[in-house]
C-alpha cells in the first residue's frame, strides 16, 4: 500500500500554544490555506481514499483534500490524537508552571507518564497500530492519505520505522507537512520518499 502521512493544519488551540482535546478546534485561515497548498502537491498521487479522525480540524482537512484529490473521505476514530485528558486546552506555558516535574518527565521519557484522565503515548500507540492494519488490510493495493495531528504522526513514523516511544519530540519536525511511504499488509516500511 502506498501511504501518505500528512500533517493537519493549524488550529486555533494551535495558534494559542494550548495543548489541543480530543474533539478538536477548527483550522485557522493559515490552516484552511496549509490544506490547499498540501491538496495540490498530492495531486496526481493517486490517492483514492483519505481517512481522518473524527477531530474537527483533521477531519475539515481531510474534507478539503478528499474534495480536491476525487477521492473517498472515511472517519475513522482510532486516529484520532493523543488524549491528553485533564491536560486539554492548558497553555503549554501553564502546564509547565503547573506540573514542573511531571512535564519534565513527559518531555524526557513521555511513555512514562499518562495526563490526568488521558492515556499514555503507549496506549495511543496501540491504538494506533490497530488502525494502521486495518486500512492497510482494506487498501492492499491502493493509495491511502491519513490526515494525522501532530503527535499522531510522529507515532505513526515510529511505528512504521520500527522505534520506541523514547524521544518522539524529536520527529516532531514544524516544517514537516507530508511522507509519501510503501507499507506492507504487516506495516513494515519499505520505502520512504519524501518529506
Not at 491504538?127 to 504522526?153: F, N, P, Y
Request: glycine share 8%.
Amino acid at each position: 500500500m502506498r501511504l501518505l502521512l500528512v500533517k493537519s493544519g493549524q488550529t486555533v488551540w494551535d495558534a494559542q500554544s494550548r495543548l489541543e482535546n480530543l474533539a478538536g478546534t477548527p483550522l485557522t485561515a493559515e490552516g484552511v490555506a496549509y490544506a490547499q497548498r498540501v491538496a495540490g502537491e498530492l495531486a496526481g498521487k493517486g490517492v483514492t481514499v483519505v481517512y481522518s479522525s473524527a477531530g474537527e480540524s483533521p477531519r475539515q482537512m481531510g474534507e478539503i483534500l478528499a474534495g480536491a484529490l476525487k477521492a473517498r473521505f472515511r472517519v475513522a476514530e482510532e486516529l484520532v490524537e493523543m488524549n491528553y485528558g485533564l491536560w486539554q486546552g492548558l497553555l503549554i506555558e501553564e502546564l509547565k508552571r503547573r506540573n514542573v516535574r511531571t512535564y519534565k518527565q513527559f518531555m524526557e521519557a513521555p511513555g512514562s507518564v499518562c495526563p490526568p484522565e488521558g492515556e499514555t503515548l503507549g496506549q495511543a500507540m496501540v491504538r494506533l497500530e490497530a488502525a494502521l492494519r486495518d486500512i492497510a488490510r482494506r487498501h492492499a493495493r491502493g493509495c491511502v492519505a491519513l490526515v494525522l495531528r501532530g503527535v499522531t504522526v510522529s507515532l505513526a513514523l515510529a511505528l512504521l520505522e520500527g522505534r520506541t516511544l523514547e524521544e518522539p519530540w524529536k520527529h516532531l519536525d514544524p516544517n514537516f507537512s507530508w511522507v509519501e511511504l510503501e507499507v506492507s499488509s504487516s506495516l513494515a516500511l519499505s520505502a520512504r520518499t519524501r518529506e
